[in-house]
């Protein structure tokens, strides 16, 4: 089983942060790379942040650089996203996806490049 599950989600006032947190239950997590994206109603999904096997190397987007934080814990098969300075904008359905694939280059803001993908959590900022 490589689905992710993510959680931490909820709600939030402009201004203040929430962590997600993705679990990946399998034995070989080292060797996955893990990306966040998020889809807003009536919008395309759109990448967040993703961070490699190594734990070297992350990307953002854009929108989110600054203000999230993306890193992991291999000894529990999670990865976070620390959020901060939450915007209303940022309310979103965040899903995690799993890739056994080496992030090289953009590949790692693109969602086919991603083989396993989570349900999905709300975050939801207020003004």
């Known amino acids: 089983q490589v689905q992710p599950v993510e959680s931490g989600g909820g709600f939030a006032q402009a201004g203040k942060s929430l962590r997600l947190s993705c679990v990946v239950d399998v034995t070989t997590f080292s060797s996955i790379g893990i990306g966040w994206f998020r889809q807003a109603p009536g919008k395309e999904r759109e990448f967040v942040a993703a961070?490699?096997?190594?734990?070297?190397?992350?990307a953002y987007a854009d929108s989110v650089r600054g203000r999230f934080a993306i890193s992991r814990d291999n000894a529990k098969n999670t990865v976070f996203l620390q959020m901060n300075s939450l915007k209303p904008e940022d309310t979103a359905v965040y899903f995690c996806?799993?890739?056994?694939?080496?992030?090289?280059?953009?590949?790692?803001?693109?969602?086919?490049?991603?083989?396993?993908w989570g349900q999905g959590i709300q975050v939801t900022v207020s003004s």
């Open positions: 996806a799993a890739t056994y694939s080496f992030l090289a280059g953009t590949a790692a803001t693109r969602g086919v490049h991603y083989n396993e």
């Open positions: 961070i490699r096997q190594s734990g070297d190397m992350t």
